[in-house]
Structures are given as structure tokens and as C-alpha cells.
């Protein structure tokens, strides 16, 4: 028989976990002694491998801090070490294989100065094809002939003239909003466009459920762009004005189909 005894003891270690440390000569227990060296041994095991997983995490720490120091080098040191990975927003929808187009619909008239509507679709078509979003992206002039060639286009469905174009997929922008000048008085956003973005899935007939693909909002996802008075005195022109606004808000929408940086938030 071997007198051995048990007690528990908080060590304040490793996630702040419980070990039982055996004490011999306290009291008489069933076990033998092969069992309760077992024990021990596996004790002083787990205790091992606590101490050295510290050890390697301060390590790292201090590693990457003398390497790097406090500011920016330290935490691009933390970034280059591979522990952490740089936080990103990630895309709100994917369009797939097949061909995408772009309609954009004035329905409540909103725009004012002709063309803004023709230029906006422009932006967004070399916008997705800039940004790799798209594989195969329909021409905004093949719209825009279709548009002015079918005097029943205004009463169509977004799903319908899709297939007209034969695309598989539809980036709908509904215009929400226009106001600009030529002669601002604000320092700053002189003219702003907004739209209501929405991906309609020009294969689908049967269910309406099916039809639209992104936002879940019934109402579409509101993207809104700015430029300044001083953006505006150096376009001159109604037309260098409009194209600084489109190509502004053109570049907000496309954002929404591609994982991009968490210090890109701010740019909408």
C-alpha cells in the first residue's frame, strides 16, 4: 500500500486551469502506486506544455515588437509575421459566369441634365471590367440603341430587357437623386447622384422569388456620390461636371462586388 494524497490547487496558468497536485503521506487511498505515478507524471505534462506554449507567445511578441516597435512599422511587423490577417469588407454579391448588363432607369425623372443617365451606365460598364468583376460585360451603347430603337422599352421589365441584350444577369441602378450646377455656392458637395443598385437574374421566369439576387431590401441598395465647388470650377463645363460625377458614383457601386480593404469603409 502506498500513502499518497490528492489536493487541487489553482496555478493561475494556462487559460486559468485547475491541477491536481498528489502529496505523499497523507492519507491511504485505494490506488497503487504505478497508477499515481501515472498520474503525476501526466500532471507535470500538462504543466510543461502550458509553460512552454507562454513561452512561445512571448516569444513572438517580442520578436515582432523589437523588430517593428510601437507605430506603424510594429504593427506592419505583426502583419508581416502572418498571425494576423489585414481585415477586409468583403463582397456583397458575385455575379457569375454569363453575361452582365447594366440598365440605368430615370423612371421618376430625376436627372435634369441630358445624357447623365447614358454617361452613368458608361462609367459602370469600364468600371466592372476594370475591377475583374464581371468576365463578359454587355456595352452600355448596346442599351442605349435599345433604348432608343423600341418605343416600348420604358414599359418593359428590367428581367426582360436583360434578355433582350442576352444577358444572364442585370445590374439595375434606379436613379434617386440629382442636383447639380455649374455655379456652386457650397464649399463642398455641389452636386450629388444617388441610385438604388439591385442584380436581377434575367434566366429566372417562373419565380418571382428567384428573380432578384441581391440586396435582400425590396428597395435596393442606396449608393450616393459627392464632388466639391472646387472639383466643379476645375471641370468648367456641364459635361466635365457630369463626367466627375458618374465616374464618382460609378466607382461606389462597383465597390460593392469586390472584397476590399477595412480603411476603404469611408469611401462608401
Known amino acids: 500500500m502506498c500513502r499518497i494524497g490528492r489536493q487541487n490547487y489553482d496555478l493561475g496558468g494556462w487559460h486559468g486551469q485547475r491541477y491536481s497536485v498528489v502529496r505523499v503521506g497523507d492519507a491511504v487511498t485505494s490506488e497503487s502506486s504505478q497508477s499515481a505515478n501515472k498520474r503525476i507524471h501526466g500532471q507535470a505534462g500538462t504543466l510543461a506544455r502550458?509553460?512552454?506554449?507562454?513561452?512561445?507567445?512571448?516569444?513572438?511578441?517580442?520578436?515582432?515588437?523589437?523588430?517593428?516597435?510601437?507605430?506603424?512599422?510594429?504593427?506592419?511587423?505583426?502583419?508581416?509575421?502572418?498571425?494576423?490577417?489585414?481585415?477586409?469588407?468583403?463582397?456583397?454579391?458575385?455575379?457569375?459566369?454569363?453575361?452582365?448588363?447594366?440598365?440605368?432607369?430615370?423612371?421618376?425623372?430625376?436627372c435634369?441634365?441630358?445624357?447623365?443617365?447614358?454617361?452613368?451606365?458608361?462609367?459602370?460598364?469600364?468600371?466592372?471590367?476594370?475591377?475583374?468583376?464581371?468576365?463578359?460585360?454587355?456595352?452600355?451603347?448596346?442599351?442605349h440603341q435599345l433604348r432608343q430603337g423600341d418605343p416600348d422599352f420604358d414599359e418593359k421589365s428590367a428581367a426582360a430587357v436583360g434578355r433582350l441584350v442576352n444577358a444572364d444577369q442585370l445590374l439595375l441602378l434606379e436613379i434617386r437623386s440629382f442636383d447639380a450646377t455649374?455655379?456652386?455656392?457650397?464649399?463642398?458637395?455641389?452636386?450629388?447622384?444617388?441610385?438604388?443598385?439591385?442584380?436581377?437574374?434575367?434566366?429566372?421566369?417562373?419565380?418571382?422569388?428567384?428573380?432578384?439576387?441581391?440586396?435582400?431590401?425590396?428597395?435596393?441598395?442606396?449608393?450616393?456620390?459627392?464632388?466639391?465647388?472646387?472639383?466643379?470650377?476645375?471641370?468648367?463645363?456641364?459635361?466635365a461636371i457630369l463626367d466627375e460625377l458618374t465616374k464618382a458614383l460609378a466607382e461606389r457601386v462597383v465597390r460593392r462586388f469586390y472584397d476590399r480593404p477595412m480603411e476603404d469603409f469611408e469611401k462608401g
Not at 454617361?119 to 468576365?135: P, R
Not at 439591385?198 to 449608393?223: M, Q, Y
Open 50 to 110: 502550458a509553460t512552454r506554449r507562454n513561452r512561445v507567445c512571448l516569444w513572438l511578441i517580442a520578436a515582432t515588437g523589437t523588430a517593428g516597435g510601437c507605430g506603424y512599422s510594429g504593427g506592419k511587423a505583426w502583419f508581416m509575421s502572418g498571425l494576423f490577417k489585414r481585415p477586409t469588407i468583403e463582397a456583397g454579391f458575385e455575379f457569375g459566369e454569363g453575361p452582365v448588363a447594366v440598365l440605368v432607369d430615370d423612371f421618376q425623372e430625376q
Open 112 to 143: 435634369y441634365w441630358p445624357g447623365a443617365t447614358h454617361l452613368l451606365a458608361e462609367k459602370v460598364v469600364q468600371a466592372l471590367l476594370d475591377q475583374n468583376v464581371a468576365k463578359i460585360v454587355i456595352p452600355a451603347s448596346h442599351m
Open 182 to 239: 455649374e455655379t456652386p455656392t457650397e464649399a463642398s458637395a455641389a452636386a450629388r447622384m444617388s441610385v438604388a443598385a439591385k442584380v436581377i437574374n434575367v434566366l429566372e421566369n417562373n419565380d418571382r422569388a428567384k428573380v432578384r439576387l441581391w440586396p435582400r431590401s425590396h428597395e435596393g441598395e442606396v449608393i450616393e456620390a459627392d464632388i466639391t465647388a472646387a472639383a466643379i470650377t476645375r471641370a468648367k463645363s456641364r459635361e
